[in-house]
Each structure stands twice: as C-alpha cells, then as structure tokens.
C-alpha cells in the first residue's frame, strides 16, 4: 500500500524508533499509592507550595503499573535469578537465591532497575538501611526534601511510596517544590536554544554569593526564577557596599566588644540601629519559617544596604568624630555589633563574603558558621522614641533630596532652608540631629520664617513645615521647557505601548514574555510621568 506514513526519530540518537515488544518487570504501583496519599492528607508532610498537591494527587489517584526494568549498560541490576526451567527467584543475593533454587545452576536478568526505582530508596539507602546503623537512629525521618517541582511525581512520589512500603515511616515531614531556573525572558535554558547560562562562569564573573544571593532573592513560593547578569551584577554591587562598610568600620576603630549591652546605648542613633536590627531578625526568621526565602534575602538587602549601609553609616560619621570620648566609644561598640548582625543574618545566602569579613574585623574564638543564630527579639531592644525621631530625620532628608533631584539642583551644591511653623517636639528633633540632616541633606543655613516666600517648594513633616526657597537657584523657565519636553516624549511612548495592549491580534499572537514586558514598560513609563508632572506643579508653584 503506498502510504505515507510519520516516522519517528529519537530526541537524542537521531535515529529511528522502533518499537519492539520484550518482556518487563512490573511494580504494583496502586498498592504503593495509597499510604503515600494519606500521609498529605492527614498533615504528616506537607507540599510547598500547596497549589503543587493537586498535580501529586492527580498523579497517585491515576497510577498505573510501574515498570521497573530498563535494558541500560548501568544501573543497580535487577535482583531475580532464572534456572534451567525459567522458574524465577528474587533475592538479595546469589548465594540467596541459590539456596532457593536448592542449588540448580542460575542466570542472572541482565536488566537493570529503573533510575527512579532505584533514587526512591535514597533517604534510607544513603543511610546503611537495611542494617540498623546509628545513622539511621540518628537521622531518619529527615526534614525537609527541597527540590524542582518538575520531578514532584518522578522523584518525590517514588521516596514517599518507598520508605512507607519498607519502613513504614513518612521520608520528611515537608515537600519545598522550587521553581526551574529559566533566562530573563522566563524561557527554559537550552543548549539548543543557546541561552544557557553557565554558573562557573557566573561565578567566575560575579562570585558564588552574589549568585547565591540572586536566586534566592528570587525563590518566591510557586515564582519564575528569571535569571539574568544584570540581576546578579546589582546582587554583586550589594555585596561591595557591605564589604566598603565593613572597611568603613575597620578605619574608624569599630571593635566587637565584650560584655556590650545593645539596650544600654544612649545616643539616638545608636537605639535607633538596635532596634532595626531586632526588627530585621524578626523579618527574617519569619520569612524562613515560612519558607519563603525571597523575603529573607529582600528583607536582608533592605535592612544591610538601606538601613546599615546608607543611613547608619552617615549616621555615625559626626558621633565617630565627637569631641566627647563616650559617645565615640559607644558609636564604636554599636557599629562592630551592628556589623557582626548582618554578617551572622547573612551568612546562610552569602557566606564566603561574610566569612571573610568575620575574620578580618577580629580574632574570634569560633568561624562565622559556627556561631548561634541570635535571639533577641523586637520587644528587647524596640526604643519607641528612638524610632520615632529618626524615622522624622530620615523622611526630611528624603524629601529635600528628592526635591533637588526633580529640581536638577547641582548635587554639589549647599542650600538654604527655611523653618515655617514647628511645634517644641520637632524643633528638639532637628536639633538633635541637625548635623545629620544638614550633612546628608546638604544644607548651608537653616532660618526661621513665618510664611514661605514666593519661588519656595514646601516640606510638610510631623509637627510643622521647611521650605526649600529654589526661585534664585535654578533656571526655572529652562526646567519647566525640560520637563515639559520629556513628559511629551513620554506620553508617546505609553500612547504606543497602550495601543499594542488594547490590540487583541497582538495579544493573541505575541509570545506570552513580549506581552508581560510591554505591560512592564508601561506600568514603569506612568510611574515616572507620576513624578514628572509632580516636579512640574512644583516648578509651577515657584515660578
């Protein structure tokens, strides 16, 4: 018959497939699958996340016989021996299965078991099982099982199916099912494709840490790993602000000291600092109970790079130089003890880094690996008023840097700022802190005044108001043009982004990333015409 018929072609040899009928060892996999079920159904471990128990229930409730058997070179060979007759005898040994067979000559089935079959076994086989070791005692059942949620009923099914058939306990008590490393554009990585990216060569390029640091940033419960060098390269300038910090320290004398008492600080800053620690530990220790290691990593980078590096550190500069020798050796204590926190907080996501740092800051008795997690909580070392002031100080300074940036004010440059109406609880922040905020904020003078001036940009805070009088500093007709300029630029961009979204042929037809970027772009482009048409009220109001 002159037919056309499709061939099929083996993915990896390239060659023809045919399809031959040999006889296979069989599981009864449906006998397995039972306690397998109940053991999630009655909480005695539990999948993460809990959307991926209905793909293993799916699984179970629809097995079929599981072949074992596999004609490979490789592999754990199938323990059955056949005599003269084909009569067959399972054993765990030859001698075994001779004795069996009251010693007829014996040949061994050249298969061998399947690789799943054979992994299923890993929690007791690594452990000396089927002898009663001491590492069995000692630890199983184990913990936690973290793996890809791609092999959850190749892998995770066979070991819960397994251990229950032979020993008749649960392997761990909690599944954590991460998602696949894919490229930035959420496409899986393939050689074929070619956007593999290599970790050697990340590593390589950007160290283990930053890498580290990445991905678990990144390990949202059910998310999309999409990794990109950009990401990893922003990860890596994390781990140097850390390290210039550390130097920072170092330079300025700041020492672990023995016996420090964190709640016996008296400078504000120095409570303030305390407290964000313990808040932080908090942050992350929820996270991890949780599982949900990319709020860890973000709650780390924020309180590391924002808190420590940014704003304690510019913090401590004038205490560091006070004329007073207790303020200074407490800012000192402070600081090293601050640092040792996020170095201890750290360590899990980026410990070569930390380690190092942990060395170099002091002679310890102990490596940073083996040091205690820290317990102290919130409530011990919370200072209400503390945070309350610097909160204060941190959101006046903000808004003056933001006001200069959308103003262009040359970074460079010192201004003035006028006091409008400010109650007797503000007055006594600034002062406090006035050396702080006129540093970081870059303020040549500070004046009081009863109503702000024409030309002034207001900064309402707790308590009262500045204002920034901007009129004789900038070219305001020169800004306004900028401004205007850029918001009409921008309004095209969205104008185009907007009609490709409300156009169904293109959400039809475009790949699935392509839409979910174009969205990105123009969720960004409103954000900044947001602030760009703030900063034209404001030129506005001045001029």
């Not at 991926?52 to 323990?79: A, D, T």
């Not at 791609?150 to 909690?174: N, S």
């Not at 494709?193 to 050697?200: H, K």
């Not at 156009?503 to 790949?511: D, L, M, T, V, Y």
Request: glycine share 6%; aromatic share 10%.
């Amino acid at each position: 018959e002159n037919k056309k018929i499709m061939q099929p072609f083996g993915d990896r040899s390239k060659v023809i497939i045919e399809p031959m009928l040999t006889d296979q060892w069989y599981v009864d996999a449906k006998k397995l699958a039972g306690p397998a079920m109940d053991a999630i159904n009655e909480g005695r471990t539990q999948i993460l996340p809990e959307r991926e128990k209905k793909v293993y229930f799916h699984w179970m409730e629809n097995i079929e016989p599981w072949c074992i058997s596999r004609q490979l070179w490789w592999g754990h060979q199938v323990p059955v021996w056949y005599d003269e007759d084909g009569k067959e005898y399972c054993a765990a040994s030859e001698a075994e299965a001779q004795s069996m067979a009251g010693g007829k000559t014996l040949t061994r089935d050249p298969d061998v078991l399947d690789t799943w079959f054979s992994s299923g076994l890993w929690p007791i086989g690594t452990l000396g099982w089927p002898n009663d070791t001491e590492e069995m005692k000692r630890y199983f059942p184990t913990s936690v099982l973290i793996t890809g949620f791609d092999i959850l009923f190749f892998w995770v099914a066979r070991m819960m199916m397994m251990q229950l058939e032979v020993v008749d306990k649960e392997p761990f008590h909690t599944i954590y099912l991460h998602a696949l490393v894919r490229d930035e554009k959420g496409v899986k990585m393939s050689k074929t494709l070619g956007n593999v990216i290599d970790p050697l060569d990340v590593i390589d390029e950007f160290g283990a840490d930053a890498l580290r640091f990445t991905m678990t940033s990144m390990a949202a419960l059910g998310g999309t790993l999409k990794l990109s060098t950009e990401r990893i390269a922003g990860y890596r300038n994390f781990g140097t602000k850390l390290w210039n910090a550390a130097r920072f320290a170092e330079m300025n004398e700041c020492k672990p000291v023995a016996g420090f008492d964190p709640k016996a600080t008296t400078q504000t800053a120095n409570k303030w600092i305390v407290g964000e620690t313990a808040r932080a530990r908090a942050a992350v220790d929820a996270a991890y109970d949780s599982y949900r290691f990319n709020e860890a990593a973000l709650a780390l980078y924020a309180h590391v790079r924002g808190t420590f590096c940014d704003w304690y550190v510019e913090f401590a500069k004038p205490l560091l130089q006070s004329d007073d020798a207790a303020v200074v050796a407490e800012t000192r204590a402070t600081m090293a003890w601050a640092l040792d926190q996020c170095l201890i907080l750290l360590h899990p996501i980026m410990p070569y880094m930390t380690e190092q740092l942990w060395g170099d800051i002091a002679k310890r008795p102990k490596m940073l690996v083996h040091t205690d997690w820290p317990s102290y909580t919130e409530a011990d070392f919370a200072d209400d008023a503390a945070d309350k002031e610097m909160r204060w100080a941190i959101g006046l300074i903000e808004q003056i840097r933001s006001v200069r940036a959308e103003m262009h004010v040359n970074a460079g440059a010192k201004i003035p700022m006028l006091r409008l109406s400010l109650d007797e609880a503000g007055r006594a922040a600034y002062a406090r802190n006035a050396v702080l905020i006129e540093r970081l904020a870059r303020i040549a003078s500070v004046a009081d005044v009863e109503t702000a001036p024409k030309g002034a940009i207001t900064l309402p805070v707790e308590g009262g108001a500045f204002c920034l009088p901007l009129g004789d500093i900038i070219d305001v007709a020169a800004e306004k043009a900028r401004l205007e300029k850029s918001i009409a630029k921008l309004g095209g961009e969205m104008g185009g982004l907007e009609k490709k979204l409300t156009n169904e042929k293109f959400i039809a037809n475009a790949p699935e990333e392509v839409v979910a970027e174009n969205r990105e772009r123009l969720a960004q482009a409103a954000d900044e015409m947001g602030k760009l048409r703030a900063a034209l009220d404001r030129m506005a109001a001045i001029g």
